[in-house]
């Protein structure tokens, strides 16, 4: 059971580049969501979403874009890379209900140069 | 602003001891209230969730709940060096849906000493 899975593991971009990072789950979990974690900071919710075809931004998605095909994916695009969005990013999913616990992938560390 | 306030440490604690992690909230109609641990390096994993107030016991830990005083916490009895991580407190202020009112604390970084 592979859970949340996350590619690349880390990376390093150019200002001005952009990169799609990937997320896939195998839970069957309507819920998925993009967190960046700066050092020394909690989570902050970029996106989120409830199933395929809907998405909402969270507090910080200045920046980023998502899209939801299918129930397995939920890819983040940066389109025009800055040093600030230089962070560790995690997907999670959870299922139906507000209580559900948080599955997390194992993240991506971003530098942007 | 929806706010979750925890002292950052590091709370340091002698092997075998009770590690005591405190978070408060600032919103009172939070609902359901969460601890993830957060080895370095790692992702954050679901430890205790507690929605009532009350004590929720699960094998060395204990999570407390006090709605009135917007306060929740985590009891590590019989403290282990693998208990070293940092202890992130996530609060879920009223989702319509799943977790995307969910917030997470700035986390305690806890050491367990030998």
């Known amino acids: 059971n592979a859970g949340v899975t996350q590619t690349p593991k880390f990376r390093i971009l150019k200002i001005g580049q952009s990169m799609t990072l990937q997320c896939t789950q195998d839970?069957?979990?309507?819920?998925m969501y993009w967190y960046r974690q700066d050092p020394g900071m909690g989570l902050k919710l970029i996106y989120y979403s409830v199933g395929a075809g809907i998405t909402d931004k969270g507090e910080v998605p200045n920046g980023y874009n998502v899209s939801r095909s299918t129930t397995e994916d939920f890819p983040l695009r940066l389109e025009l890379a800055a040093p600030s969005q230089t962070s560790v990013y995690f997907c999670?999913?959870?299922?139906?209900?507000?209580?559900?616990?948080?599955?997390f992938g194992n993240g991506t560390r971003l530098t942007v140069t | 602003q929806k706010e979750v306030e925890q002292n950052s440490g590091p709370l340091s604690v002698p092997e075998g001891a009770i590690a005591s992690l405190n978070c408060t909230y600032s919103?009172?109609?939070?609902?359901?209230f969460f601890w993830y641990r957060q080895y370095s390096g790692k992702s954050p994993e679901l430890i205790m969730s507690?929605?009532?107030?009350g004590d929720k016991e699960d094998g060395r830990f204990t999570a407390q709940l006090n709605k009135a005083s917007q306060y929740v916490s985590l009891l590590i009895r019989d403290s282990q060096p693998s208990d070293s991580a940092t202890y992130l407190c996530a609060v879920n202020f009223r989702s319509n849906f799943g977790n995307e009112k969910l917030t997470f604390g700035t986390g305690t970084r806890l050491t367990i000493i030998p």
């Open positions: 839970m069957n979990h309507n819920y």
């Open positions: 919103d009172r109609g939070s609902q359901s």
């Open positions: 999670a999913s959870s299922s139906y209900n507000r209580d559900s616990p948080l599955h």
């Open positions: 507690i929605y009532s107030n």
